[in-house]
């Protein structure tokens, strides 16, 4: 059983901490702490900022998160699991040497510290992503490893659509995220064609995916399209129907 100490309020704003970080002189009684404690099991390392490397590199990263925040962390309370305070304070309190040998930069400056270990715990938030996969492969409860390990890997390989289904709390729904990546998971072409960017129309942007548009208008068009709700066939006809919307030749992608 580890114990961990919670940061107090105002800890993001304190200096002491990352100077105290950086230096190994955490100081479990000193004034940035708090004098609440959890208890939990194991806290086994895992990947917890996934900004660099190649797209496979980060998909073996989100992969080997997930399955250890599933394995370990997502048995204690929502209530901690889904608490910024105690994956800030986790990181200080035991993960230092990951932190430092995976990511050096946290040595240039608090900028970069806090861009890595103190990150806003939210949808742009890597733990935050792995933390709600971690929930819905286990409350798809599967019948083997075998098949909670493809669902793993399809939010791996669909990052992009994962990330903008998790933006928009409509989406945060695990059967509904579950139904699109069976989708994915059946429609190859469909999940190719929505990592794809979108070059014919730059009025949208330099960067924009035809994924992220999707999942745009299955939001805008709630609740007159109950998407989260919808049953796999239907569901899978609405996303092409919003796909068309922007595809330069309208018989590109046909539903399969």
Same mark, same amino acid.
């Given at each position: 059983?580890?114990?961990?100490?919670?940061?107090?309020?105002?800890?993001?704003?304190?200096?002491?901490?990352?100077?105290?970080?950086?230096?190994?002189?955490?100081?479990?009684?000193?004034?940035?702490?708090?004098?609440?404690?959890?208890?939990?099991?194991?806290?086994?390392?895992?990947?917890?900022?996934?900004?660099?490397?190649?797209?496979?590199?980060?998909?073996?990263?989100?992969?080997?998160?997930?399955?250890?925040?599933?394995?370990?962390?997502?048995?204690?309370?929502?209530?901690?699991?889904?608490?910024?305070?105690?994956?800030?304070?986790?990181?200080?309190?035991?993960?230092?040497?990951?932190?430092?040998?995976?990511?050096?930069?946290?040595?240039?400056?608090?900028?970069?510290?806090?861009?890595?270990?103190?990150?806003?715990?939210?949808?742009?938030?890597?733990?935050?992503?792995?933390?709600?996969?971690?929930?819905?492969?286990?409350?798809?409860?599967?019948?083997?490893?075998?098949?909670?390990?493809?669902?793993?890997?399809?939010?791996?390989?669909?990052?992009?659509?994962?990330?903008?289904?998790?933006?928009?709390?409509?989406?945060?729904?695990?059967?509904?995220?579950?139904?699109?990546?069976?989708?994915?998971?059946?429609?190859?072409?469909?999940?190719?064609?929505?990592?794809?960017?979108?070059?014919?129309?730059? !009025?949208?942007? /330099?960067? *924009?995916? $035809?994924?992220?548009?999707?999942?745009?208008?299955? &939001? %805008? =068009?709630?609740? @007159?399209?109950?998407?989260?709700?919808?049953?796999? !066939?239907?569901? /899978?006809? *609405?996303? $092409?129907?919003?796909?068309?919307?922007?595809?330069? &030749? %309208? =018989?590109?992608? @046909?539903?399969?």
């Amino acid at each position: 059983m580890l114990e961990i100490r919670l940061l107090k309020e105002g800890y993001k704003n304190n200096n002491q901490v990352y100077e105290d970080f950086i230096s190994e002189k955490i100081d479990l009684t000193a004034d940035y702490f708090s004098e609440k404690t959890i208890f939990i099991n194991e806290a086994p390392d895992f990947p917890f900022y996934i900004a660099n490397g190649s797209e496979e590199e980060k998909g073996i990263a989100f992969f080997e998160a997930i399955s250890t925040i599933k394995q370990s962390y997502i048995q204690t309370d929502r209530s901690i699991h889904l608490n910024e305070v105690f994956w800030h304070s986790l990181l200080i309190t035991k993960k230092r040497e990951y932190a430092l040998e995976h990511y050096p930069k946290i040595m240039n400056g608090k900028s970069e510290f806090d861009n890595v270990v103190f990150k806003k715990f939210d949808w742009e938030n890597y733990i935050y992503k792995c933390v709600l996969a971690a929930e819905y492969i286990h409350d798809a409860n599967f019948d083997s490893e075998e098949e909670e390990q493809r669902y793993i890997k399809l939010i791996a390989a669909n990052l992009d659509v994962y990330n903008y289904l998790i933006k928009y709390s409509i989406f945060r729904n695990s059967q509904f995220v579950m139904n699109f990546l069976t989708i994915l998971g059946e429609d190859e072409d469909l999940s190719n064609v929505l990592k794809l960017k979108i070059k014919h129309r730059p !009025d949208l942007g /330099k960067d *924009e995916r $035809y994924g992220r548009r999707v999942i745009f208008e299955l &939001n %805008k =068009n709630y609740p @007159v399209v109950m998407a989260p709700f919808l049953e796999i !066939d239907d569901l /899978k006809k *609405e996303i $092409y129907t919003a796909l068309s919307l922007y595809l330069e &030749n %309208k =018989n590109e992608l @046909v539903l399969s």
